[in-house]
């Protein structure tokens, strides 16, 4: 046997051992090194009619790192500033103010926003084990952020907020006068070729059924509501891998500039500001050099993507099945990434 072909076993090998470390449903893990492709499936249900490779997964708040990346071509060709006021841009009447939130403080979770509106909870309590956000349309999302009275400077402290990711979206889309989904297919999914990839749901010949922690209910797919630029993307584990790939080597593709900023730190936080983060991506270290990673969760699906420039290895990593406490599926995936 040479050299590849045992490399290639050893690949099989550890996503098999990876797969069968996770209790779900479904389980995929797609691995990529050097743009040579290896995806493994399994679960505990009867595969489904649709092979599970070929179906579409909700990414949940990984679909951040789209967002980061369209952020990051918007502002890299000139369209527009990172640096400009959101409350301006949503609503032009209104002074900028001191210290205004910018497009950039609400990219990087430093708004001061909490991580979902005051509000949020009340709505969305009647479907809280269904959907959520679907009761939370953008026209809230947008009047939250311009009604709310922050408590700290922007900038100062670092808080995750699925709310301030889902504010920049809306202010992209003034910004740009584009809705959200003709928007970020035609910046960012068509030039990077990804065709598998959806900002809605379909239907079971596309996409994965998701299951609540039992892992036997099924859930309904996922409807976001105001929440597109949070959490609404689904996609293949190939067009996960083409997207990632682009990240490996930008050189001479589409969105380079682009795929190339949103490598770049623009934020080190807590002890010794060991956490790392991009526009896009969360960034740690390993022993050979920087790995960028984003998980993600909806209601009855988890997803991992992750890229180590050093070695030239990517990860897209999907299952059917809510978290739950010692999940094991997100440590699974970082240390498969880690180790690669």
């Known amino acids: 046997m040479d050299a590849s072909a045992d490399a290639d076993g050893d690949v099989v090998r550890r996503l098999d051992a990876a797969v069968g470390a996770v209790d779900a449903p479904d389980v995929v893990f797609a691995f990529s090194r050097h743009g040579r ?108 952020f311009l009604r709310h009275r922050r408590r700290r400077r922007p900038g100062t402290r670092w808080h995750y907020s699925n709310f301030g990711v889902a504010v920049l979206g809306h202010a992209l889309v003034a910004a740009t006068a584009t809705p959200w989904d003709e928007l970020l297919t035609g910046q960012v999914l068509r030039p990077l070729r990804l065709s598998g990839t ?26 976001v509501g105001g929440f597109q630029a949070a959490g609404a993307v689904r996609a293949t584990p190939h067009d996960l891998l083409t997207f990632l790939e682009a990240h490996l080597d930008p050189a001479g593709r589409p969105l380079t500039d682009a795929l190339r900023a949103v490598r770049r730190p623009v934020l080190r936080r807590g002890l010794g500001h060991r956490h790392v983060h991009t526009v896009a991506w969360f960034q740690h270290p390993t022993e050979r050099g920087p790995m960028y990673f984003h998980g993600g969760a909806t209601l009855g699906q988890q997803a991992f993507l992750g890229f180590r420039p050093d070695t030239g290895t990517a990860l897209a990593a999907m299952c059917t099945r809510r978290f739950r406490a010692r999940d094991a599926f997100i440590p699974t995936a970082y240390a498969l990434l880690t180790e690669a």
């Open 37 to 144: 492709r290896t995806v493994r499936c399994g679960g505990s249900a009867p595969p489904p009619s649709v092979a599970r490779h070929e179906l579409r997964y909700e990414m949940g708040s990984a679909s951040k790192t789209f967002t980061g990346l369209l952020l990051a071509h918007l502002t890299q060709t000139g369209l527009l500033s990172a640096a400009e006021p959101a409350a301006t841009i949503l609503d032009p009447a209104r002074p900028a103010g001191p210290d205004p939130v910018t497009l950039a403080h609400l990219i990087t979770h430093t708004s001061g926003l909490p991580g979902l509106p005051a509000d949020f909870f009340v709505r969305a309590l009647p479907t809280w084990r269904t959907n959520p956000y679907a009761r939370y349309p953008a026209e809230r999302v947008i009047d939250a």
């Open 198 to 223: 959806a900002l809605c749901p379909g239907g079971t010949d596309t996409d994965a059924v998701g299951h609540l922690r039992d892992g036997t209910t099924p859930t309904p797919a996922l409807s």
